[in-house]
């Protein structure tokens, strides 16, 4: 009963276009005030509680470090080192983009951010140099998922103070994924090139790739920083946060100078915008995950899951499927906060390594920032080209099928998230 209240309320009121933080916390304290066994008293402190985690105090500070990134050069400058290493290779620009993705994608922890900062210089180019918009629109709407992927990443953080796994296994685990769907796209690209008639860009000198990396080394430097210092054991995954906003600052302002002092204020404001609605959702969704744990409904789902006797990979084949339906009508975030609490336990009882279960998850949240209604690539992408809704979406839905087999792999090849992990900590 507690289980049928607590989901239909939730469910009722999102249908009804409530605010998916507003519906959490609500349908929490409905199920608390009907049938649960909690006080408001103690509901109001494990809100306090549970928003003073320590590991939430990381995503101001790389909310700040992605919005000094976007804001700046520092992807065009991405760009150009992208275009100068590949793009003299068939279907080279298109090539360069995943890779200005990826590049970016490290110093971001956004995918649309990803897309905006990437997709406004390289496909503006692509059309110049006669590639169809469409093609270059759905080749970028794709890569820009690797920025929830490819760590740091905000998604990463919020399914580890969500399940309590460490922050900087995550990260580990997003390394080779994210590697290896860079990969897969660069070679549909590739392949997709050679039924195309494309101009080829000529092969850049030794002297310029390396002046355009030179160029962009104080961006990617963020990533070595933050990496380096969290398995290095120099700070934390929280410090390292800090550390990179810190950092972005320095490179914004005094190294590239593409953000005057006068402008920073406005930046923070931005940054501080989206922590606010981040932390809004998230304190409400912790409040959410504390019913389901006092009214022991994941552990209830749990041993009716053992008692049926469901397979490790049939219960993985329904989180993928629940989760990419999910996809198509909510962002990340909050998928992550409601469904993580429910599959977490169940995948413990399973043998399922939480690690895996969370590269998962992320993975499935790629996916839906590509698919309509709600894909956050697909506005974005649209806002960008001046393209409709319905046209962006066309031209990205043919690169789905790469990251539909790309879940697979994730999905039932476990060592291809572990292995770093593995390799660093055990």
């Known amino acids: 009963m507690n289980t049928i209240i607590l989901f239909t309320t939730l469910f009722v009121l999102m249908a009804l276009g409530m605010p998916v ?5 609500l349908s929490s304290l409905l199920t608390i005030l009907l049938v649960g066994q909690d006080s408001l008293a103690s509901m109001t402190i494990k809100i306090f509680e549970t928003s003073e985690h320590y590991t939430l105090m990381s995503i101001p500070f790389f909310v700040l470090a992605g919005a000094l990134m976007s804001t700046g050069g520092v992807a065009k400058r991405m760009v150009n ?52 918009k469409e093609f270059g629109a759905g080749v970028i709407c794709n890569a820009g998922t690797l920025g929830i992927l490819i760590p740091p990443s905000i998604v990463m953080v919020v399914y580890a103070a969500v399940t309590e796994v460490s922050v900087g296994r995550m990260f580990m685990a997003g390394v080779v994924p994210g590697l290896l769907l860079a990969f897969m796209l660069a070679f549909a690209v590739w392949w997709r090139a050679g039924k195309l008639t494309l101009t080829k860009t000529e092969r850049a000198g030794a002297a310029e790739v390396w002046k355009t990396f030179r160029e962009s080394v104080w961006g990617l430097m963020l ?12 700070f934390t995954p929280t410090e390292a946060a800090a550390v990179s906003a810190v950092y972005a600052v320095f490179v914004a302002v005094v190294v590239y100078r593409d953000i005057s002092v006068k402008k920073l204020p406005e930046v923070f404001l931005e940054a501080g915008k989206t922590t606010v609605m981040l932390m809004f959702i998230i304190a409400n969704a912790l409040l959410f995950a504390h019913v389901l744990t006092t009214e022991r409904i994941p552990q209830t789902i749990a041993e009716h899951i053992l008692a049926a006797g469901m397979q490790p990979w049939m219960f993985l084949l329904v989180v993928n499927i629940i989760l990419l339906v999910a996809g198509n009508f909510m962002e990340p975030t909050g998928i992550i906060l409601i469904l993580a609490p429910i599959f977490f336990p169940i995948a413990t009882q399973l043998g399922i390594d939480p690690i895996h279960l969370g590269i998962i998850m992320v993975v499935n949240m790629e996916i839906g920032m590509i698919t309509p209604p709600v894909g956050l690539n697909l506005f974005v992408t649209s806002g960008i080209t001046g393209m409709s809704l319905v046209q962006v979406t066309r031209a990205a839905l043919p690169w789905l099928s790469i990251l539909l087999l790309f879940l697979l792999l994730v999905t039932y090849i476990p060592q291809i998230s572990l292995l770093l992990p593995q390799l660093m900590f055990d």
């Open 223 to 234: 990533l070595v920083i933050i990496m380096g210092g969290i398995y290095g054991g120099i």
């Open 81 to 132: 080192f992208a275009i100068a290493a590949v793009g003299h290779l068939r279907g080279g620009l298109a090539i360069a983009g995943v890779l200005a993705c990826t590049l970016f994608a490290a110093v971001s922890g956004s995918s649309p951010a990803t897309v905006v900062a990437v997709g406004s210089i390289v496909i503006a180019g692509m059309v110049r140099s006669g590639y169809p």
């Open 21 to 25: 933080a507003i519906s959490l916390g």
